[in-house]
């Protein structure tokens, strides 16, 4: 069982940011961790990817020039940094680990005034 947590979330005025953290509650080393969100009654939608520790990463056209995805080997955590925030980010936001297609429980965004 590994168990994924995700953090960092909260309430946030248009153009704020937001740093969101993926962790493992164990021994679980994280390795390629995707970024998701998810909005009430729409699909989970991709938001980045970290493949490797020589940083590949990949962005959807939604993130690309505003959010930061990252690792730190050490502490074996993933960040997600999210500025420029827009309202139509708002969401619950999942990271996604592999191998093995772990999930997390979840970090709700809201981007409102």
């Known amino acids: 069982q590994v168990d994924l947590v995700e953090s960092g979330g909260g309430l946030v005025q248009p153009g704020g940011s937001l740093r969101l953290s993926c962790t493992s509650q164990g021994t679980f080393t994280l390795k390629v961790v995707r970024w998701y969100r998810q909005t009430p009654h729409k699909e989970r939608e991709w938001v980045a990817s970290i493949i490797d520790n020589h940083g590949t990463v990949l962005y959807a056209d939604s993130a690309k020039g505003r959010f930061t995805i990252s690792r730190d080997v050490e502490k074996n955590e993933v960040y997600l940094q999210m500025d420029y925030l827009k309202p139509e980010d708002t969401a619950v936001y999942f990271c996604?680990?592999?191998?093995?297609?772990?999930w997390g429980q979840g970090t709700q965004v809201t981007v409102s005034s």
């Open positions: 996604n680990a592999n191998p093995g297609d772990y």
